[in-house]
């Protein structure tokens, strides 16, 4: 599985950014996909998660961010609103695959920076 994420840029407070993270390879078995992030200093946090067409949010970004996938471009997307200097960050994309057994793969996408500037 590769992953390739793209979309982040430079953006003033308040606005929007659409993060697209596309999905390659044997790709039949992820189970679910997700956006995280990391900000200078930080440790990696879980942004917003998808499978089975559920969603969960981290509550920094509940009613700003959506989380959205196009199964035919094996593509998940992050629609990020009403942006915040704190939700500058690298943003990864990050996919699940269920292998037998219970076993799990995890397969990280290389990170787009979105910087927010007041």
């Known amino acids: 599985v590769q992953l390739q994420a793209s979309g982040g840029g430079s953006v003033h407070t308040g606005g929007s950014l659409t993060l697209s993270c596309v999905a390659s390879?044997?790709?039949?078995?992820?189970?679910?996909m997700a956006w995280y992030r990391q900000a200078p200093g930080k440790q990696r946090e879980m942004v917003a998660e998808?499978?089975?067409?559920?969603?969960n949010y981290a509550d920094s970004v509940k009613g700003r961010f959506t989380i959205s996938g196009d199964a035919a471009k094996s593509t998940v997307y992050l629609q990020m609103n009403d942006l915040k200097v704190e939700d500058t960050a690298v943003y990864y994309c990050?996919?699940?695959?269920?292998?037998?057994?219970?076993?799990?793969?995890?397969?990280w996408g290389q990170g787009t920076l979105v910087t927010v500037s007041s």
């Open positions: 990050k996919a699940t695959e269920q292998g037998g057994t219970d076993a799990r793969y995890y397969y």
């Open positions: 998808m499978w089975s067409g559920n969603t």
């Open positions: 390879g044997s790709i039949d078995d992820i189970t679910v």
